[in-house]
């Protein structure tokens, strides 16, 4: 089955700086990427996703980049706020089900 | 905004218990599943659910687990008898669609501890 990788597991960040969160998948077939905020006490939230036949797709402070040939994609936040804290999840989609990453516990500090 | 809502939010059961996990899906979502997450690890798939009959499971959800909708609104989990493995944060999902390329709303979740 698809294998996803998501780096770093942590990530802080000053308050306005922009954080990045890499992920890679193992299953070429693989066409649709989402990404899940978690707040704490709370369960995934989907902020974007991204289908591959795009390379980029952009929602306000929040943007995804899929590289399909060499197999990752990239969440970009910019002017990262303290609401942003949160962990993070990509996960790529094979046949009907999610696979996920294991996560980036963000912290944005004010 | 519709959710998905889960009870209760913590489970403490012995070792060798049944438990049952309780969901509410959004109420007009057709589609539904499970997802587990041990602690430091991925959020893994169990089943998916349609039509009142499992779609798909995965490895992990074996004989000691099942799912029923045993009313139009509510979506259970059953683990007949746990083992201390099965301790876990436990996610409902719903969507309109199947997932292919479709919106998954989770639930805020079930912690599960075995003890």
Redesign the interface.
């Known amino acids: 089955g698809e294998n996803v990788e998501q780096h770093p597991s942590t990530l802080s960040v000053q308050e306005g700086d922009s954080a990045v969160i890499k992920c890679t998948y193992s299953d070429s077939a693989s066409n649709y990427f989402p990404w899940y905020k978690q707040e704490l006490g709370k369960g995934p939230q989907l902020i974007i996703d991204i289908r591959s036949n795009v390379g980029e797709k952009k929602d306000q402070r929040i943007a995804v980049t899929l590289n399909k040939t060499a197999k990752h994609f990239s969440l970009h936040i910019t002017e990262t706020q303290p609401e942003d804290s949160a962990v993070y999840f990509c996960a790529a989609q094979e046949a009907n089900n999610l696979f996920f990453g294991t996560g980036t516990r963000l912290t944005v500090i004010p | 905004e519709p959710e998905?809502t889960?009870t209760p939010s913590h489970q403490v059961t012995q070792m060798g218990q049944e438990v049952i996990l309780r969901c509410v899906p959004i109420s007009n979502h057709l589609y539904f599943y499970w997802y587990r997450q041990i602690l430091?690890?991925?959020?893994?798939?169990l089943v998916?659910f349609y039509n009142n009959e499992i779609?798909?499971k995965?490895e992990i959800f074996d004989d000691q687990f099942s799912v029923e909708r045993p009313d139009g609104s509510n979506f259970t989990l059953k683990i007949r008898s746990t083992k201390l493995e099965d301790s876990a944060m436990y996610?409902c999902?719903s969507s309109l669609y199947?997932?292919?390329?479709e919106?998954?709303?989770?639930?805020?979740?079930t912690q599960l501890s075995v003890l």
């Open positions: 998905v889960q430091g690890q991925k959020v893994e798939f998916s779609s798909e995965s996610f999902a199947r997932a292919h390329n919106k998954l709303f989770f639930g805020s979740g």
